[in-house]
């Protein structure tokens, strides 16, 4: 529904949307999201430790094993027998055989150190993987509850490919980034502990010579992560805004072709990708800096203990001593790849809890009234006072009252505040003083959903879902039979065509029923309306869209819907609504002349040039200052 008067609030693209304000509170209000999966996550951090000392311990076996072979060859060379060798002497020669028993047993020992870490780190990252999707599905669930509860204000002040990026593409990017996050720091955490206790025991003087690149390693990946963090954010900035603007243009991609825009809306996605491949190849590649980096480092501190090793230590030592600082150099190497997915998480989570943390609607009162029994149809305005921008007053004072089973007509120019009195009536935007009351009672002592579900509403976009047509008109009331679908169609005037369709109410409609007319989808939301069973109807401009043989079909849809009940219709044709009771004649936010079409014409005011434009081709309101309704 369209509103007047741009809205104060800030787009999503705007400055305090990109930069994040507080990385430790979004890391902290991340971690809490998984509150109910701490147990899962105790077991993983577990195992993953034992998957990490079984790593550590396998050198150690490699090592003891080693020594025993180099023990062997030296007794052998002594005449002596050994663990895995026999010596025994032969006419005509020496014989020496392998002990295969003994030395496949201690091979296939350190073997299946490796087989049960790798088991052990599967098993976590499956169970990983399932808390993945159960993350996926939660906040999800949480962010579609949460729109659920946001006002209409603002999605007034979002563009819905923003905030369809928001609910997938950033939600997703947590989610896959989970797995690599826990299980990297987790793993590289023990590995990096584990190997350090290691390499001190096995040989401290080593240790020391290897310990010696950790503080460059660790500025180079700090100095880099400084750079790349702005170019991440950049990064999910700047995605968004292209979902925006491809939502944006299938939605209006028949004006596009129309207007021969074609041209423009190519350069303005190719100026918009164009800028995010930029920023993504410089987030990517800042990042990716990091691993040659510390890598280089790597291999020069593998020189020195090759050297000082040689020095200091034997063989077997050195050997195990490089398996240790390899398993220690792992996690170092992972920080470039750890910290650029720790700030696209982060990114992503900043920019869901902004949506999370927006302004809900005012909760309904704990004895909101809950029944419709008790509706009637009677509205009164008293005082009411209202402005979407505190800076730009629009509805003053307003006073106004309607019978039960009455129909107000309400016209003005554009801008006027004619939609706003619906939304209003419909509570998607509060009052700011004053208040609506609806059989002597304040709207606001109902419940939304009783309210709502109270008045029917046909618009002027029609809003029609892919499916069936028989789905679709239902969609007024779920539990609605075939034979209430039927005769509600017969009553709008829809039941004819929908025979001739292929399939009949069974016939499939396109997303917004682009394969009936305009003029049919019309009538569908008539009978939508219908099956709804309204106390109190609004019709805001239900017949502009639609030809004038069209029109007459629809109108006398609309006056069998309008039976009886109390009825707002809002029309730009003033010739739709000259048989309504009383019309409301409404310019910048006041009413200025209320009566009938006969009392208004009679006192040739506003109303009467307006309605006099739509046949002389004069214009009344070339010379006002009316605000747009955006």
């Known amino acids: 529904m369209a509103r007047m008067g741009g809205g104060p609030g800030a787009r999503m693209g705007d400055k305090r949307f990109n930069k994040p304000e507080n990385i ?284 000082v090793g040689g020095i200091v230590a034997d063989v077997p030592t050195i050997i195990a001593f490089l398996m240790f600082l390899n398993l220690f150099s792992q996690p170092i190497h992972n920080i470039g790849s750890i910290v650029s997915t720790i700030q696209t998480t982060m990114a992503a989570a900043e920019r869901i809890f902004t949506v999370l943390d927006e302004k809900e609607m005012s909760p309904d009162a704990v004895n909101a009234i809950t029944s419709e029994v008790g509706v009637h149809g009677d509205f009164s305005f008293e005082n009411v006072s209202f402005s979407y921008s505190p800076d730009q007053p629009l509805i003053q004072n307003m006073n106004l009252h309607v019978n039960q089973g009455d129909t107000i007509a309400i016209v003005g120019p554009t801008g006027a505040g004619k939609t706003t009195i619906v939304n209003l009536i419909m509570r998607f935007y509060e009052i700011d003083e004053g208040a609506i009351k609806l059989d002597g009672i304040d709207i606001r002592e109902y419940s939304r959903g009783t309210l709502r579900s109270a008045i029917g509403m046909v618009l002027q976009d029609t809003w029609l879902f892919h499916g069936s047509i028989k789905n679709n008109i239902k969609y007024g009331r779920t539990d609605a039979t075939d034979e209430e679908i039927y005769e509600a169609s017969k009553a709008a005037h829809a039941d004819h065509f929908i025979q001739t369709l292929p399939g009949g109410y069974d016939f499939i409609l396109n997303e917004d029923g682009t394969n009936i007319s305009q003029g049919q989808r019309q009538l569908l939301t008539i009978a939508r309306a219908m099956i709804s069973q309204p106390k109190i109807l609004i019709l805001d401009e239900a017949t502009s869209s639609v030809d004038t043989r069209t029109e007459t079909l629809v109108q006398k849809a609309m006056d069998r819907l309008m039976e009886g009940k109390t009825s707002f219709v809002i029309a730009h044709r003033l010739s739709t609504i000259k048989n309504a009771k009383t019309i409301i004649v409404m310019k910048k936010g006041q009413i200025v002349e209320t009566g009938s079409h006969q009392e208004l014409l009679a006192l040739n005011g506003f109303y009467a040039e307006l309605y006099n434009a739509q046949f002389m081709g004069s214009n009344p309101m070339e010379s006002l200052e009316i605000p747009a309704e955006s």
């Open 24 to 307: 430790k509170q979004t890391a902290k209000r991340l971690t809490k999201q998984f509150s109910n999966q701490y147990g899962r996550i105790i077991f993983i951090i577990v195992i993953l430790v034992f998957a990490a000392a079984l790593e550590i311990a396998a050198p150690v076996f490699l090592r003891d094993l080693m020594k025993r072979i180099s023990s062997d060859m030296a007794a052998l060379q002594g005449g002596a027998s050994g663990t895995y060798f026999n010596f025994a002497s032969q006419s005509g020669g020496i014989l020496i055989t392998v002990i295969w028993e003994t030395l496949l047993k201690d091979f296939g020992f350190i073997i299946a150190l490796y087989l049960v870490s790798a088991f052990v780190k599967w098993l976590a990252n499956w169970i990983i993987a399932k808390i993945s999707a159960y993350f996926a599905y939660e906040m999800g669930k949480s962010f579609k509850e949460k729109l659920d509860r946001l006002p209409l204000a603002f999605f007034d002040r979002q563009t819905f490919g923003e905030i369809l990026s928001r609910g997938t593409n950033d939600i997703n990017t947590i989610s896959n980034s989970l797995s690599e996050v826990l299980f990297q720091i987790v793993s590289g955490v023990s590995l990096l502990i584990g190997s350090l206790i290691a390499m001190f025991v096995t040989q401290w003087e080593l240790a020391f010579v290897a310990i010696g690149t950790i503080p460059v390693s660790l500025l180079l990946a700090g100095f880099i992560a400084y750079f790349s963090q702005k170019q991440f954010i950049k990064f999910q900035y700047k995605h968004g805004n292209l979902e925006g603007h491809v939502e944006e243009t299938l939605s209006g991609y028949n004006v596009i072709k129309l207007f021969n825009q074609e041209e423009h809306v190519t350069k303005v996605f190719d100026d918009i990708n164009d800028d995010l491949k930029r920023t993504e190849f410089l987030a990517v590649w800042i990042s990716s800096v990091v691993h040659p980096s510390l890598r280089f480092i790597s291999n020069v501190g593998y020189v020195v203990v090759c050297v």
